[in-house]
């Protein structure tokens, strides 16, 4: 059953008023703008994107891969060896991480920030399939996972028009301004952490969305509450951009220096196609300072995984079966391993 969901209010009527669109942002915690970026540009990308996942065996054969008609039984996931093997046949594309340094959405961002600025390296796609509800990215705050500034911006926009039905994204506005880190906990999903809104009397839990279409694009800061919403569809594949920015000079995570964890791919990897050089290595030449990565979030959530595995939860355990059969080297591997015979 489909949440009640308020409209995200648009702002193409501040774009040029940096003052106006900084305002906005502290206050409400996001900004979302109707066909801020080209749809033809989108387009090109989409057929570019979908064309690759469709030849790694994600989209039905035959069709057109514009129509994003997903193999159900190809279902996988951010974690999944399998879902690596597709992920990395449109990660690889330099038009995908090109993307992230279209003028339209840097220039939007120095608005915001009244800053320099840099498109962070680790370009993100999210690639989600329809029947696969339980998977659907958790309520989150952006900073568990990417770090380095609560002042970072992370840009989201769909590959396509994305009705609600297919899964966009959702936001509580204001949200940012409890300040700081809320506890978040075990879950499925994307990043494996969700964080209960109901429970801050600073937070008011009330979701906005909408119906996206190709060219709009949502802005919003490390603290945001946000959620995917389940792709409902009947066979349609959900893809979006979802890439960060920050101010040049303020830190960076070393993690969000290597390409997105999921593509299992390093740097030559990702650009041995390549036709031009420019955006290869190119946030070598800013002085950003880099930090150390702050396990502790996923740490917290794979212990609560384990205990809940331990009382019987079916999602914690298939997630700890997961952790053995995709990263069986890893330490947490040991850990579910002996739970597991425990069990």
């Known amino acids: 059953m489909m949440q009640e969901l308020k409209e995200l209010r648009v702002s193409n ?16 915690g996001y900004l979302f703008f109707k066909q801020l970026q080209s749809p033809d540009k989108l387009r090109k990308l989409r057929r570019e994107m979908m064309t690759a996942v469709q030849q790694a065996g994600w989209l039905i054969q035959g069709t057109d891969p514009m129509d994003g008609i997903a193999d159900i039984s190809m279902q996988y996931t951010e974690g999944d060896n399998e879902y690596s093997v597709g992920y990395a046949s449109a990660y690889k594309l330099e038009s995908f991480h090109r993307s992230a340094h279209w003028p339209e959405v840097t220039s939007m961002v120095e608005k915001i920030m009244g800053k320099p600025i840099m ?42 028009d994305c009705p609600i039905e297919l899964g966009g994204l959702a936001v509580i506005p204001g949200s940012h301004k409890v ?3 809320l506890d978040h906990h075990f879950s499925l999903g994307a990043g494996g952490l969700v ?5 801050h009397d600073d937070v008011n839990p009330i ?6 279409e190709i060219g709009d694009t949502l802005f919003f800061p490390a603290l945001t509450i946000h959620k995917a919403l389940p792709n409902f569809t009947e066979n349609k594949l959900r ?19 290597e390409p997105h964890g999921p593509s299992q791919l390093s740097w030559e990897e990702v650009y041995a196609d390549w036709k031009t050089d420019d955006l290869k290595y190119y946030w070598q030449q800013f002085d950003n300072p880099v930090v150390a990565m702050d396990t502790s979030f996923g740490e917290k959530g794979f212990a609560e995984a384990l205990e809940l595995a331990r009382a019987g939860n079916e999602h914690a355990l298939y997630a700890v079966k997961k952790t053995v059969k995709n990263n069986p080297d890893a330490p947490e591997s040991a850990k579910a391993r002996a739970l597991l015979a425990e069990l």
Request: aromatic share 10%.
């Open 179 to 181: 300040n700081r880190v």
């Open 119 to 160: 498109a962070q390296p680790q370009k993100v796609a999210r690639v989600w399939f329809p029947k696969y509800t339980e998977h659907t990215t958790p309520k989150h705050q952006d900073f568990v996972h990417f770090q380095g500034s609560f002042d970072n911006i992370t840009c989201w926009a769909p590959i396509g």
């Open 195 to 199: 964080v209960d809104e109901t429970v």
């Open 239 to 257: 893809m979006s951009l979802d890439n960060r920015y920050q101010v040049i000079g303020d830190p960076i995570a070393e993690h969000m220096l």
């Open 207 to 212: 979701w906005h969305s909408t119906n996206y």
């Open 13 to 28: 009527d501040a774009m040029n008023d940096e003052a106006e669109l900084q305002r906005r942002m502290a206050e409400e």
